[in-house]
């Protein structure tokens, strides 16, 4: 049976213009959200950056040997060895490791739909568009639902026999605390822990048909090199003990997150050994980073908006297929600049409400700059038209 399948649509003109219409009211839905986006953004940002700076200023470098009762609610730094004295066990599968938390990532050989459409105008503002839907067998750690399928036969996907899970484990310390399942959740799985030839040899007893260790993982099925559709491989990975940095209020003997005046709420969890002043860099530099992934979302998100307001103008000029090609250029072109106007406005805006003070100081400077060029234009002028000119 061939894996891919090709239709044909047609939409007449008024269709087309009626879909445009309604596509007008979404654009203006978007351009709002997003722009509402922004304003939150740069709000969000500066009361981020007020909170981290307020705990830099307020933070205690502890002594993890030691629970102070001093420092019961305050925010506190503590670094040292993290361990965790039960190992965490993945009983379904009969793996126990040494670490904080084990991972387990299951995958299944799946058939996966990818659609391609590509469309045509024709003389009289009509669009026909061709969809191609193929087939493709692949690994993925998600379910696919092949009963949503465009062609159903001969693709089908059976039900997932297990999943993905996450096990903690227990009695944890550092030091004379006990951190919370809170604290370890936040520390990452970037150990992988490999699959051994004999814990395969035990696994066969626990779960029905062949299993056998490949590349470090179970892998349930037959033939590996040849996976079949249905088949699963399990794979591990560890957030190990060790060393590791936490930034958060003292609750006893756990650590919990600390609420700043500013408005957010502050627990840092880090591997390895940092101090104090490294991690709230850190995290100042994320929160400029984050700042700019938004801005950039939401910039893309109004462009797109104005582009569906602009619409029902190229489907009207598609009725000359050439003729609304040009004006889709240009609708795009305009979505562009008025896209580049809007969003730095809607940014000194939201910098006028949450930052007042150096928004004031910056159109002073900019006022400042603009009055001095044009006094030293205007002293350069008259200088030019008494100079004598030439014989």
């Given amino acids: 049976m061939s894996d891919s399948y090709t239709e044909t649509t047609r939409t007449d003109w008024s269709t087309r213009i009626a879909a445009s219409i309604k596509g007008i009211g979404a654009g203006i839905i978007l351009a709002g959200l997003a722009g509402y986006g922004l304003f939150w953004n740069e709000g969000s940002a500066v009361q981020t950056a007020k909170s981290l700076a307020e705990g830099a200023g307020l933070v205690a470098n502890i002594d993890a040997a030691r629970v102070d009762p001093a420092n019961e609610g305050k925010l506190v730094h503590v670094t040292g060895e993290i361990k965790a004295g039960v ?69 089908a996907n059976p039900a997932m026999r297990y999943s993905g899970a996450t096990f903690n484990g227990g009695d944890v310390t550092l030091g004379a605390f006990r951190p919370g399942e809170h604290v370890i959740g ?61 930034i958060g209020q003292q609750s006893g003997s756990d650590f919990t997150l600390y609420q700043t005046k500013a408005g957010n709420r502050i627990l840092m969890v880090k591997p390895g050994t940092m101090s104090a002043v490294d991690m709230f860099s850190d995290a100042q530099r994320e929160n400029v980073i984050w700042s700019w992934i938004v801005r950039f979302i939401c910039a893309f998100i109004i462009f797109i908006g104005f582009k569906l307001i602009l619409d029902p103008i190229v489907v009207i000029a598609d009725v000359v297929p ?70």
Avoid: C
Wanted: net charge neutral; hydrophobic share 45%; glycine share 10%.
């Fill in 186 to 246: 936040m520390l990452p799985d970037n150990e992988g822990m490999p699959v051994e030839a004999a814990m395969a040899d035990a696994l066969r007893a626990r779960v029905h048909g062949p299993v056998q260790a490949i590349d470090g993982r179970f892998y349930l099925g037959e033939n590996p090199s040849q996976p079949r559709i249905g088949d699963i491989r399990i794979s591990y990975h560890i957030a190990p003990a060790g060393p590791v940095s936490i």
């Fill in 322 to 391: 050439f003729i609304g090609n040009l004006m889709g250029a240009g609708a795009a072109l305009v979505s562009f600049i008025v896209t580049a106007v809007v969003v730095p406005v809607v940014i000194a805006v939201a910098w006028l409400w949450y930052r007042p003070m150096v928004s004031l100081i910056v159109l002073a400077v900019g006022a400042g700059l603009a009055l001095g060029l044009r006094m030293l234009a205007g002293r350069r002028t008259p200088a030019q038209q008494a100079a004598p000119a030439t014989a």
């Fill in 87 to 155: 190992r965490p066990n993945d009983a379904e599968f009969g793996i126990a490791v040494d670490g904080l938390r084990l991972v387990r990532t299951v995958e299944m050989f799946q058939w996966r739909e990818d659609k391609k459409v590509e469309s045509g105008k024709s003389v009289g503002g009509s669009e026909e568009a061709t969809t191609t839907y193929s087939y493709k067998q692949i690994w993925s750690s998600s379910p696919i639902n092949s009963q949503e399928f465009k062609i159903r036969d001969g693709h």
